[in-house]
C-alpha cells in the first residue's frame, strides 16, 4: 500500500517562494509517475506539474511554467515542488498524487 504525505505549506507573500514535499511510503518512487494537484476554494482541482520515473521529464501547468520546479529525490524517496514567484491567484490545497493515491493535502496561502 502507497501512501503520499505533503508537508511545507504555509502562509506566504506574494513574491515568495515555498517548497512542498511530498514523502512516498510503501512503495519506491523512482518508479512512479508523480504529479502535484492543487484545488482553490468554489474550484476543481487542477493539475499542476508532474515528473516520470524515466526519464524524469517534467510537464507543467501553464500559469506556474517558469515558476514551479517539480523534482524528485529517490535516495529520500521524496518528489519537491519549488514555487518561486507565488502569487495570490497560487492559493490553493496542493495534493500529491500517484495513481488512485492521494495524500491528504497542505495549504498554500499567498497574501497580496
Known amino acids: 500500500q502507497v501512501y503520499l504525505v505533503e508537508s511545507g505549506g504555509g502562509l506566504v507573500q506574494a513574491g515568495g517562494s515555498l517548497r512542498l514535499s511530498c514523502a512516498v511510503s510503501?512503495?519506491?518512487?523512482?518508479?512512479?509517475?508523480m504529479k502535484w494537484f492543487r484545488q482553490a476554494p468554489r474550484k476543481e482541482r487542477e493539475f499542476v506539474a508532474s515528473?516520470?520515473?524515466?526519464?524524469?521529464?517534467?510537464t507543467y501547468l501553464d500559469s506556474v511554467k517558469g515558476r514551479f520546479t517539480v523534482s524528485r529525490d529517490n535516495a529520500r524517496n521524496t518528489v519537491y515542488l519549488q514555487m518561486n514567484a507565488l502569487m495570490p491567484e497560487d492559493t490553493a490545497v496542493y495534493y500529491c498524487?500517484?495513481?488512485?493515491?492521494w495524500g491528504p493535502g497542505t495549504q498554500v496561502t499567498v497574501s497580496s
Open positions: 510503501g512503495g519506491t518512487v523512482s518508479t512512479f509517475v
Open positions: 498524487n500517484t495513481g488512485s493515491v
Open positions: 515528473i516520470a520515473w524515466t526519464p524524469a521529464v517534467p
